[in-house]
T-cell receptor, first 110, second 115 residues
Framework: QQQVKQSPQSLIVQKGGISIINCAYE??????FPWYQQFPGKGPALLIA?????SEKKEGRFTISFNKSAKQFSLHIMDSQPGDSATYFC?????????FGPGTRLSVLP | DAGVTQSPTHLIKTRGQQVTLRCSPI?????VSWYQQVLGQGPQFIFQ???????GRGNFPDRFSARQFPNYSSELNVNALLLGDSALYLC??????????????FGPGTRLTVT
């Protein structure tokens, strides 16, 4: 019940395209859902986050869509750029205990 | 403003040895959490400390321990190292430990290699 599933494992997108990463969770007690971006050799950096009382949140080119009934949420990266090439992790938390998905390696081709 | 800092950056130890990793949170942040990230996987929660008290513990053996100091910095100790302990150890800080404030900010990590 503590697991967070994430797909796809890897994603290749052309510059200017839309990148979509999906996550699913089981524990309905989770009440905070962040996305992190991680570059090789660096720690994860908070990208955007949402709470379950909101169905969508947009910050610049990044949008989270949240479906509470389906227990799913997704990250959309609009106008993807080569600089977005990184590993993306979704997470779900209950308090300060964060459960992370296995990650999606995104490659944006120039 | 300085972010979360961790030391050392890299560490090589032998099986059976003990290791201490250090973390300084963002100024003003009182909560520190530790995560283990094995190559190719997401971070896994080890501990959370707030005001020098343990507030949460993940599914890790007793060989793992931690503490938080009055200045909110923290140490993670791992005894009797195993090859499987090789990983990137991440420290994350947040403002509070309450359910109202969730944002966690990660440091660059300490890369531990056990040979």
């Amino acid at each position: 019940q503590q697991q967070v599933k994430q797909s796809p494992q890897s994603l290749i997108v052309q510059k200017g395209g839309i990148s979509i990463i999906n996550c699913a969770y089981e524990n309905t007690a989770f009440d905070y859902f962040p996305w992190y971006q991680q570059f090789p050799g660096k720690g994860p950096a908070l990208l955007i986050a949402i709470r379950p009382d909101v169905s969508e949140k947009k910050e610049g080119r990044f949008t989270i869509s949240f479906n509470k009934s389906a227990k799913q949420f997704s990250l959309h990266i609009m106008d993807s750029q080569p600089g977005d090439s990184a590993t993306y992790f979704c997470a779900a938390s209950l308090g300060q205990n964060f459960v992370f998905g296995p990650g999606t390696r995104l490659s944006v081709l120039p | 403003d300085a972010g979360v800092t961790q030391s050392p950056t890299h560490l090589i130890k032998t099986r059976g040895q003990q290791v201490t990793l250090r973390c300084s949170p963002i100024s003003g942040h009182k909560s520190v959490s530790w995560y283990q990230q094995v190559l190719g996987q997401g971070p896994q929660f080890i501990f959370q400390y707030y005001e020098k008290e343990e507030r949460g513990r993940g599914n890790f053996p007793d060989r793992f321990s931690a503490r938080q100091f009055p200045n909110y910095s923290s140490e993670l100790n791992v005894n009797a190292l195993l090859l499987g302990d090789s990983a990137l150890y991440l420290c994350a800080s947040s403002l509070e430990a309450s359910s109202l404030t969730y944002e966690q900010y990660f440091g660059p990590g300490t890369r531990l290699t056990v040979t």
